[in-house]
């Protein structure tokens, strides 16, 4: 493979949810690799801190506090981004909630409307302002859709996740079908069992541990890195993936393939 196809120098990248875990990962991995990044999270303190991780690392990177469900704050975090970088490139819509876990007859519809509003509203909103953008560029462009195994494979008592993982795999394809004329490419990302602080909370909540839990979980017995999520992220933004979109991209250690 061209090296240069993988370097995203000259590009600006909007990373959402990037405070910590996967989106953090990620948006330091776009800015090593060239892009200039800005870093969306609800939580202001966890956006400067990855902020200050990409700039300490030599990058450049810019915090917004977005809630991904309100659809003035998206617009206004894209917005956001034209003014101080000029144009947007690429977009990692990776901003999550904490799964649902009840069955559906035991259904809390207010936790399922906010799963559905953050996980699948969330990156419908993203989406729109996104492309809007590159449109209006004229220019080409990459979105990428973090969803989950839980988009193909489905896990009892987690509708409302389960449900807006799906959907963002719909978007995806539909994203890609209206835009490929246009030069923009959407297509998704599915981890499977990441080391991230949620995994980590539900291991804590269940009083199970990686050494328990993996091997269900991965063909390789451990959890993924939130890094590895970040190279297939940072590959579909690249021009190294100019011919692929509307495509889902599992991340999961083989999980899928039991």
Known sequence: MNADLVNLTGKVAIVTGAGVGMGAATARLLAAR????????????????TVAAIVADGGTAYAVRTDVADEAAVAALVAETVAVFGQLDCAVNNAAITPDNLPIHEADMAVFD????????????????????ILKQGTKGSIVNIGSVSSVRPQPHNA????????????????????????????????????TPMLRGALETTGNTEADFAPALSLFNRFGKPEEVAEASAWLCSDAASYVTGHSLAVEGGYLTR
Request: aromatic share 4%; with cysteine.
């Open 34 to 49: 060239g892009a200039k990044v800005v870093v969306s999270d609800i939580n202001p303190d966890t956006a400067a801190a």
């Open 114 to 133: 906010k799963v559905l509003n953050v996980d699948l509203r969330g990156v419908m909103l993203c989406m729109k302002y996104e492309i809007a953008q």
């Open 160 to 195: 409302a996740y389960v449900a807006a993982k799906h959907g963002v795999i719909g978007l995806t394809k539909v994203g890609s079908l209206e835009y490929a004329g246009k030069g923009i490419r959407v297509n998704a990302v599915l981890p499977g069992a990441i080391d």
